[in-house]
């Protein structure tokens, strides 16, 4: 299966794949850095949006906001829940924006979808290139010096057609500049069990490493990944949340 094969395969089952998440609560907490490190401005743009639930509640936060990604069958979605905002198909790595953007979130950990180093700094470049001055760019992080492949997270979800089971984990050799997103979907009927294994390459990078990328665009602020609170990085945990300034 290619990389974005199960992506959008199952586009219509990815909120299901996400429902564990708290969009409200990770839009409000970027809304007060945007208030506490940014311009002031409500001009949004979401990188790798999937269906919108974030631009959904920036939207309703005031702000214009917009989205890209690289999968059609996602920004339908996306288009249908949030008629308001503009999506456009664009690789992360290399977009462009029709006028400055105030703040650019990547949320769900989609910047390691950058896939390799160079293709890291091209998209810190291209978000840079997108901002209005002292704008926010905000996204989470993991360092892959502190990945335990042992680990992974799952839920349950109930749908129309059957019971899923999502379970996801992040696996590090141990070096170089990648690493591995593996997932597994279990769809549940009461006549037989369907299962969906990938691997998405991911761009593996230390947070040292990736604050010597992003300081020569942005003064970098790092907090532990807490939504509900902003706790400043304890230079320990390998799960981290990034807001960066635009010089």
């Known amino acids: 299966m290619s990389i974005n094969a199960l ?50 509640h920036f939207i309703e936060a005031g702000y214009t906001s917009s989205g890209l990604d690289i999968n059609q069958p996602m920004l339908d979605k996306a288009a249908i829940r949030c008629p308001q905002a503009h999506f456009a ?24 979808y950058s896939g390799g180093i160079e293709r890291l700094k091209a998209c810190i470049a291209s978000a840079h290139a997108a901002l209005e001055v002292e704008g926010l760019f905000c996204f989470n992080v993991v360092d892959k010096g502190k990945i335990d492949n042992s680990l992974f997270t799952a839920h349950n979800a109930e749908y129309a057609d059957g019971q899923f089971t999502f379970s996801s984990g992040w696996h590090y050799a141990g070096e170089g500049e990648q690493q591995v997103l593996r997932l ?37 602020h790092v907090f532990e990944h807490d939504y509900q609170k902003l706790i400043p990085w304890d230079g320990v945990s390998g799960n981290a949340l990034f807001a960066c300034v635009k010089r």
């Open 89 to 112: 198909v664009q690789d992360m790595c290399a977009f462009t924006v029709s006028e400055p953007q105030d703040l650019i979130t990547c949320f769900l950990y989609s910047i390691h």
């Open 184 to 220: 597994r979907i279990e769809k549940a009927t009461a006549g037989e069990t369907l299962v969906w294994h990938d691997e998405h390459p991911m761009v593996a990078v230390g947070f040292v490493e990736l604050q010597a990328l992003l300081q020569p665009y942005f003064d970098v």
């Open 7 to 56: 992506y959008t395969d199952l586009s219509d089952y990815y909120d299901l794949m996400c429902a564990d998440i708290d969009y409200q609560a990770q839009s409000h907490c970027i809304h007060r850095l945007q208030q506490l490190f940014g311009n002031a401005g409500s001009r949004h743009l979401d990188l790798a949006c999937g269906t919108g639930p974030h631009v959904q």
